[in-house]
């Protein structure tokens, strides 16, 4: 069973920086991506960005392109999202999920392919 422990959300202003993290106790495949989501309430979960182990590519919600940036800690088994220039629609629950698989790459929009989930941490962006 793999765990996610996700940290680093709370309230802060419109434009400022957050940084979220997602330790992960261990990866049981090669190849894995992760990626956080965010959810609002009535929403639907969105894919906010996603790092690939495998090629080291990352991806992006439009809405984060600039603004956002996902890496890793390959020692400490953390990826990291960092948010700056933070505006009140970036407020969420923001979820980090590993994906697995044998046939990489490993990003996915779709929620359901994720593996394992972490508990979320709140976002709130005031205005």
């Known amino acids: 069973q793999v765990q996610l422990v996700e940290s680093g959300g709370g309230l802060v202003q419109t434009g400022g920086s957050l940084r979220l993290s997602c330790a992960a106790s261990?990866?049981?495949?090669?190849?894995?991506?992760i990626s956080w989501f965010r959810q609002v309430p009535g929403k639907e979960r969105e894919a906010a960005s996603c790092?690939?182990?495998?090629?080291?590519?990352?991806y992006y919600l439009n809405s984060g392109k600039g603004r956002f940036t996902i890496f890793r800690d390959a020692a400490k088994n953390t990826v990291y999202l960092e948010m700056n220039s933070l505006e009140p629609e970036d407020t969420a629950v923001y979820y980090c999920?590993?994906?697995?698989?044998?046939?990489?790459?490993?990003?996915?929009?779709?929620?359901?392919?994720?593996?394992?989930w972490g508990q979320g941490t709140q976002v709130i962006v005031s205005s």
């Open positions: 999920a590993v994906r697995f698989t044998n046939l990489p790459p490993a990003c996915e929009l779709n929620p359901n392919w994720y593996n394992y």
């Open positions: 261990e990866f049981t495949s090669k190849y894995w991506a």
């Open positions: 790092i690939d182990r495998n090629d080291g590519r990352s």
